[in-house]
C-alpha cells in the first residue's frame, strides 16, 4: 500500500488579514464589540455587507466601509535592514550607541492607517547583519515565537586559526550542542544542535579588513545572550566579526551597505511565510 501523502501546507498570505482583526487593529475596540458591530450589517467590504469576523480582507486592494463612510487601509511594511555595528536594536539611542530606527523618516516609522514600525527580534550593538522591520505584529509574533526554532545563519571571524585536524570537534560538539559558560545575568547552559561550516569567506558579507581569520558559517535555532559569541569561548576561541546573513531561507542583500534598508519582494516574503 502506497503511504498517504500529506496535505502541502497551504501559507497564509501576509496582505489578507481577517476581517474582526482589521477591525480591532484600525481602533474599533475589542473582539465582542466588533462581533457586535458586524452583526447589525454596518460593515461592508467592497460595497457588500459582511457578518462573518473570518471573512478574509485584502489590504493591497479591498475597500473597507463602516456605517458608510470608508476607513483607509494600507498593506503592512516588510523591511529588510543591513544593521550596522554600534547601533542598539531599541527605539532610543544610548549614550554609546545610537538606535536602528533613526535610520527610518518618519513617514515609515509611522505610517498613515497603519500601527508603528517595530523590530523583529534584535542584534547586539557590535553585530551586523539582517534585521527584519514590519508593522505587521502577527507576522513578527511567528518569526519571534521561540517554538518556532527558526533557523538563523551567521558569518564568524575567529580570533585563533582553527588547523583543519581541530575543524571536525567543531563541527561535532556543535551538533550535539555545547555547554556555554554564564554570562551578566544570563547562566550557562547547554545550546540545541548549530550546524557549523568552514568556509573562506570572499568578502562580500563583512566590513573588516586587514588580517587573516579563520571563517565560518553558524545555523542556530534558537537566541540566547550573546549566544554565538558564547559558543565559541567555550572552545577556547573568540569572535571577532559577527554578521547575521540569513533567517530560514531569506539571506541578506549583498548589495545593502551597513545601515542600507529594502522592502522585501513579494517572493521573499512568501520564503518568509514559509517556515512560520
Known sequence: ????????????????????????????????????????????????????PSHPFDTRNDVLSVDGKQVPVSPHIYLMLNKEQ?????TVSGMLHTSVLERFPEQILH??????????????ADTEGLLLLTTDGVFSHLLTDPEKHIPKTYLVYLRDYVPPTDRERYIKEFRQGVTVPPATKSPSFTTKPAELTWT???????????????????????????QVKRMFLAMGNEVIFLKRIAMGNLFLDE???PGQYRSLSDGELSDLQGIL
Request: net charge neutral; hydrophobic share 30%.
Open 1 to 52: 500500500m502506497m503511504p498517504l501523502q500529506k496535505k502541502p501546507k497551504e501559507l497564509p498570505d501576509p496582505y489578507i488579514q481577517k476581517i474582526e482583526r482589521l477591525l480591532i487593529q484600525y481602533g474599533k475596540s475589542t473582539h465582542r464589540s466588533v462581533r457586535r458591530m458586524l452583526q447589525t450589517g454596518t460593515v461592508c467590504v467592497n460595497g457588500q455587507t459582511v457578518t462573518s
Open 86 to 90: 554600534d547601533t542598539v536594536c531599541s
Open 255 to 257: 548589495n545593502l551597505l
Open 200 to 226: 573562506d569567506d570572499d568578502g562580500k558579507y563583512c566590513t573588516i579588513t586587514g588580517a587573516e581569520f579563520t571563517t565560518c558559517t553558524l545555523t542556530i535555532t534558537e537566541g540566547k545572550f550573546h
Open 111 to 124: 505610517p498613515d492607517n497603519l500601527p508603528p514600525l517595530h523590530l523583529v527580534g534584535r542584534l547586539d
